[in-house]
């Protein structure tokens, strides 16, 4: 930034200088103030928008909008289902965060490091006498784990045994110093309070040889992370936010719900219907999601206000099997454009792995990446509609020729 003056140019410097014009944690500061909130805000006024300029580019109205593809079978209220209008496709992901890949022992040895660093701060800033703490012992038994190809269970168990030991020693010594009056760092009481629940857990499950525990911590730096399990081939545990997209039938996302915790994404569907009908005044036609989705209730609400489920039905199957079986097929087709987003917007635009460090920010970068998934859509959709309106003029131009000649 300092040697570029075409940055600074840009930035409105009135001349050129060689002090940086921003701190390196100035985009941090913005992405603190830009929460997702205000992030989808925007988003919805620029999707209403583009809904509005090309409702009048067609002529149309709002209330004239073409009914979604896909024959639906009869609905029991059919009024209702003649007045629905649109489609909303709905589907869940993870946006896993650029950390480690979380092994007991591996965290233990952090959190180790991490007390002794902080044990010989308290020393030379207070004067204190650096207690005995082994650590190249500790070093050497974390080493002989993790440079082994092949790890036996009992190898593992022993190790941790040893890590867990040296932090109880470690957090004995820092609460002595604590007790005796001296004070940690602000940075300091977070790290510390994150150790030591992470403490908590590690020793709950060696003494009951489980791998499981509430609210497990998966990285000490960033503690607000969860394990969500996603089933895939590839990678069947995720560690970053878990969220709900939701496409309309332009392909335009937003999101209905996010959570670093896991959760039940059948929870969502209602919600999202609701707010549907909230932006487009009426129910969508029809409903495109997994299986998870299409609970009793799920069922039972969508058949309440003639929406169409996408998915077979519950029982035997009916005399219209085959129809049923086509529109399937045509649900299960118009649904790839959810899965397509996805891909795209983590190949392209940064969901694929999130560098941000901090809770919110995180949050922020997510709500970044739907945002501009859907600009660089509606760039195409302009640049589509440029490119037609030339061939057409093309066409006139070269009639107009013809005629001319």
């Known amino acids: 930034m300092t040697e570029n003056p075409y940055y600074q140019y840009f930035v409105g410097l009135p001349g050129y200088q060689e002090n940086p014009p921003i701190d390196a944690s100035t985009l941090v500061l913005f992405r603190k103030r830009l ?6 805000e925007a988003n919805e006024y620029i999707l209403a928008t583009t809904k509005e300029k090309e409702a009048k580019s067609d002529g149309k109205d709002d209330n004239n909008t073409p009914l979604a593809s896909g ?3 009869a609905e029991p209220d059919n009024s209702k289902a003649s007045e629905n209008r649109g489609t909303l496709m709905l589907d869940a992901t993870c946006a896993p965060s650029n950390i480690r890949y979380p092994q007991d022992f591996s965290l233990l040895n952090e959190a180790r490091e991490i007390l002794e660093t902080t044990i010989i701060r308290f020393c030379k800033t207070y004067g204190l006498i650096r207690p005995i703490m082994y650590r ?23 190790t941790i045994c ?22 940690p760092s602000m940075k300091e009481i977070s790290l510390l309070l994150t150790i030591y629940k992470l403490y908590e857990q590690q020793n709950y499950m060696y003494q009951n040889k489980v791998h499981s525990v509430t609210d497990r911590i998966v990285s000490i730096s960033q ?10 081939t ?36 209602t919600d999202a219907i609701n707010r549907f009908r909230e932006r487009t005044g009426y129910y ?59 891909s795209l917007s983590k190949r392209c635009y940064g969901m694929g792995l999130i560098r941000t460090k901090l809770e919110e920010t995180t949050l922020t970068s997510i709500a970044l990446s739907v945002f501009v998934t859907n600009l660089f ?25 013809l005629e001319a000649v």
Not at 162 to 183: H, P
Not at 384 to 397: F, N, P, Y
């Open 234 to 269: 590839k990678t069947p545990v995720e560690f970053g936010a878990k969220f709900d997209l939701s496409l309309d039938e332009n392909g335009y996302g937003r999101i209905e719900k996010i959570s670093y915790d896991a959760y039940n994404e059948s929870t969502v569907l």
């Open 377 to 401: 859509k509606i760039q195409a959709r302009i640049l589509s509609a440029l490119t037609l309106l030339i061939r057409v003029l093309r066409l006139k131009s070269a009639d107009l020729e």
């Open 71 to 73: 024959d639906g079978t």
């Open 136 to 158: 190249r012992q500790a070093r050497k038994n974390y080493l002989a784990l993790a440079k082994t190809k092949k790890r036996s269970t009992k190898k593992i168990r022993a």
């Open 284 to 342: 969508p036609e029809r409903v495109l999601a997994d299986q998870i989705y299409r609970t009793r209730d799920n069922r039972s609400f969508c058949k309440l206000h003639g929406i169409r489920l996408s998915g077979p039905k519950l029982g035997r199957p009916s005399e219209t099997a085959k129809a049923d079986k086509k529109v399937e097929y045509q649900d299960n087709t118009d649904r790839i454009e959810i899965e397509r987003t996805f």
């Open 223 to 232: 503690p607000w992370l969860r394990p969500i399990v996603r089933g895939k």
């Open 35 to 40: 929460k997702p909130d205000v992030i989808m």
């Open 162 to 183: 040893k890590q867990l030991a040296y932090i109880r020693r470690d957090i004995k010594y820092l609460e002595g110093f604590m007790s005796g009056g001296y004070a």
